[in-house]
C-alpha cells in the first residue's frame, strides 16, 4: 500500500471491493469481488445521478500528481481525536474484506462476530484494526462510521506475551506485550499491540467458518491514515495483509491457501469476480510466469522490470532506474493494494514523453488542461475517431510481458460535457509499483512457495 495518492479533479475509478461472502473447504477457500457501485458497497446511494457519484469523497480519484488541503475541520478533528492530515489523498484500496471479528455473547446466548470491512494489501505483511484503546488519552483514531473494535469485551481476545511467541519482534515489548508499529510513508503510521483473535468468514449460503488463534494487531494509535478524508462515512476499519511472511493473513491460512492466491479485476460492476486461495484457484490455460522475491525489509511482492515499450517501441530504461538499492529501496513491485501504478520519476518522465509522442500525431485529439495545477497527460475526443489507434505499453518483465491496453492506460470520464481521458499511472519520487488499475481483466495467481507469479489476459466474468 503506497502513501502517494492524490486527486485529480472530476476524474474518478470506480473501485472494486472485497464482501467476504466465503465458500471454504479445507483445501481453498474463495471470496467474492464486489464492485463499489454495487448495492452491497457500504457506501452505496442508489438513484444517485453518475456526475454526484463522481463528486462524492467515496468515490475517489486517484490520478492526479498535486495534492489538495485537507478540508477535515478542525471540530471534526477534535471530535474523533484524530491528527488532521496536512494532505487528503485520493481513495487508497481497491479491495476490501468483510469479516467477523471476536465473539460476542448475543440475546440468543449464541456468540457472535462483530463485522468490519477491511483493506486487502498485498505490499504489507500484518493484519490489524482499529481498537477501542485508540480512544484513550494520548491516542488517535481515524475518523470511521463505526466505532472501534471493542477487543477488551471480546471472549476470544488473546493478547500476545513477549516472552511466548514468535511474531514478536526486538524491542517491541510494551508492559509486557507484544506491540507493533507499521509506517505507511512520511508521519503515516498505526501503532498496537499483538493479538489472538477468531476471525470469522460468511459463505453465501449464510454459513460461517471460524479461523481460530489469527494473529492480527490491535490498533491503539494512528496517525495520517488514507482513509481520514472520508470521515464518518469511511467503511475501513483496518488491512487484511497478504504479503510475505509468517503473519500475514495468507500464511496464517496455512494448508487452506498453500501459500497461493489469485485475483481477476474486472472494470465495473455487471459480474462477479473473486479472490481464490489454495485449490479453490481456476485453473488457466497459457499463463506466463515470471520471479516474484522478497526485498526486505518489505513485504510485498517484488518483480523484475527489464523494460516498458509503447506501441512495440521500447524506451530502453536505464538499469539504474530500475535497481533495488542497499537499503532494500528502489526495484518494482507488484501489488494489487495500490489503485494505480507509480513510477518513479525518470522513468515516468519517459513513458510521458513517449506516449505525448506517439498521440501527437492523431488529428482527433486535443491536448487539455483539467486544472490550472494540473498539467498531466489529458486529451478530449474531438470525434469518436478519438479512441482510435491509442497506444499498448508493455512491462517488459523477467521471462514475460505484461501488456496494458488502452483501457487501463488511461481514465476515460465525461468533463464540462466533452469526453476527455487522462493517464492513470503517477510519478513518484522512490517507488516504482505495477497498480490494480494497469491489471484489469487479467488473472494473477501468486505461489508464494515456488516464488512464481503466473499472469495472463482472462475472462474475469465468467471464472475470475
Request: positive net charge; charged residues 20%; contains cysteine.
Given at each position: ?139 488517535s483514531c481515524f475518523p470511521h ?24 519482534e526486538p524491542n517491541q515489548c ?191 485529439l486535443k491536448r487539455r488542461i ?95
Amino acid at each position: 500500500m503506497s502513501s502517494k495518492f492524490s486527486f485529480i479533479f472530476h476524474f474518478f475509478l470506480s473501485s472494486m471491493l472485497l464482501g467476504c461472502l466465503a465458500t471454504t473447504q479445507l483445501d481453498g477457500l474463495t471470496m467474492e469481488l464486489i464492485h463499489k457501485d454495487s448495492p452491497r458497497y457500504p457506501l452505496y446511494q442508489a438513484n444517485l445521478p453518475l456526475g454526484e457519484k463522481i463528486q462524492q469523497p467515496a468515490a475517489c480519484p486517484f490520478a492526479g500528481l498535486h495534492h489538495r488541503t485537507s478540508t477535515m475541520s478542525t471540530n471534526i478533528a477534535a471530535k474523533h481525536k484524530t491528527l488532521s492530515p496536512r494532505a487528503s489523498y485520493g481513495d487508497p484500496f481497491l479491495f476490501l474484506a468483510q469479516v467477523g471479528i471476536g465473539s460476542f455473547q448475543a440475546k440468543s446466548h449464541n456468540e457472535n462476530s462483530k463485522s468490519y470491512y477491511f483493506q486487502i494489501d498485498t505490499g504489507n505483511e500484518l493484519s490489524w484494526i482499529q481498537c477501542e484503546g485508540c480512544q484513550n488519552k494520548d491516542n488517535s483514531c481515524f475518523p470511521h462510521k463505526d466505532p472501534p473494535y471493542p477487543n477488551s469485551q471480546s471472549k476470544s481476545y488473546r493478547p500476545v506475551s513477549c516472552s511466548q511467541h514468535s511474531f514478536c519482534e526486538p524491542n517491541q515489548c510494551k508492559q509486557g506485550l507484544c506491540g507493533y508499529n507499521v509506517s505507511y510513508g512520511p508521519g503515516s503510521y498505526t501503532s498496537g499491540i499483538l493479538a489472538n483473535e477468531t476471525f470469522t468468514l460468511y459463505s453465501s449460503r449464510g454459513k460461517r467458518t471460524a479461523l481460530k488463534d489469527i494473529t492480527f494487531g490491535c490498533s491503539t494509535d494512528s496517525k495520517n491514515m488514507k482513509y481520514a478524508f472520508l470521515l464518518d462515512k469511511n467503511p475501513v476499519s483496518g488491512v487484511l495483509g497478504m504479503g510475505w511472511g509468517p503473519r500475514s493473513f495468507l500464511a496464517q491460512l496455512g494448508s487452506t491457501s498453500d501459500g497461493k492466491f489469485s485475483y481477476c479485476i474486472i472494470p465495473n460492476n455487471t459480474h462477479n469476480t473473486y479472490l481464490r486461495f489454495g485449490k479453490h484457484i481456476v485453473k488457466s490455460k497459457n499463463l506466463q510466469t515470471t520471479k516474484i522475491m522478497q526485498v526486505k525489509p518489505s513485504s510485498a511482492y517484488h518483480v523484475n522490470l527489464l523494460d516498458i515499450s509503447v506501441n512495440g517501441v521500447k524506451l530502453n530504461i536505464t538499469k539504474t532506474a530500475l535497481a533495488v538499492k542497499k537499503n532494500g529501496s528502489g526495484g518494482c513491485v507488484i501489488d494489487a493494494g495500490t489503485l494505480a501504478t507509480l513510477l518513479v520519476k525518470p522513468i515516468f518522465d519517459t513513458l510521458h514523453t513517449a506516449l505525448a509522442d506517439h498521440m501527437s500525431s492523431n488529428q482527433n485529439l486535443k491536448r487539455r488542461i483539467i486544472h490550472s495545477l494540473h498539467k498531466d497527460l489529458c486529451y478530449e475526443e474531438l470525434s469518436d475517431a478519438g479512441r482510435k489507434n491509442l497506444p499498448v505499453v508493455i512491462f517488459h518483465l523477467e521471462n514475460a510481458d505484461l501488456e496494458v491496453k488502452p483501457e487501463a492506460i488511461f481514465l476515460f470520464r465525461e468533463f464540462q460535457g466533452k469526453n476527455v481521458f487522462c493517464l492513470s499511472m503517477l510519478s513518484d519520487v522512490s517507488k516504482t509499483i505495477i497498480g490494480a488499475y494497469q491489471q484489469m481483466k487479467q488473472k494473477f495467481v501468486y505461489d508464494t512457495k515456488a516464488q512464481v507469479l503466473s499472469f495472463g489476459p482472462d475472462d474475469c466474468e465468467k471464472n475470475g
